[in-house]
Nanobody, 115 residues
Framework: VQLVESGGGLVQPGGSLRLSCVASGFTFRSYDMRWYRQGPGKERELVGATTSAGGRINYADSVKGRFTISRDNAKNTVYLQMNSLKPEDTAVYYC?????????WGKGTLVTVSS
């Protein structure tokens, strides 16, 4: 089982990034997918979540209207489009797959928002 995040990097405030998470080794389309983040000195927090069919998507209040989660079950990939980035969005972003008692994590990708 693998979840591999990519797309992180350094971006200026107000900029955009698109994170990707490619899954392998399990039936991706059957799993709810979530993005978490952990900023420096902070606890890990849920950014957003989508159900297995992508029919219901929830976001943390801090990113509503700026971040968008989508998934492509044919490509075993979930995305996080991040717009209007702020310095407080600086964090390692993690992809998570969850179904019943199964819970898989990626190793994360670093996003730094700074001028």
């Amino acid at each position: 089982v693998q979840l591999v995040e990519s797309g992180g990097g350094l971006v200026q405030p107000g900029g955009s990034l698109r994170l990707s998470c490619v899954a392998s080794g399990f039936t991706f389309r059957s799993y709810d997918m979530r993005w978490y983040r952990q900023g420096p000195g902070k606890e890990r927090e849920l950014v957003g979540a989508t159900t297995s069919a992508g029919g219901r998507i929830n976001y943390a209040d801090s990113v509503k209207g700026r971040f968008t989660i989508s998934r492509d079950n044919a490509k075993n990939t979930v995305y996080l489009q991040m717009n209007s980035l702020k310095p407080e969005d600086t964090a390692v972003y993690y992809c998570n797959a969850r179904r019943l008692g199964w819970d898989y994590w990626g190793k994360g990708t670093l996003v730094t928002v700074s001028s």
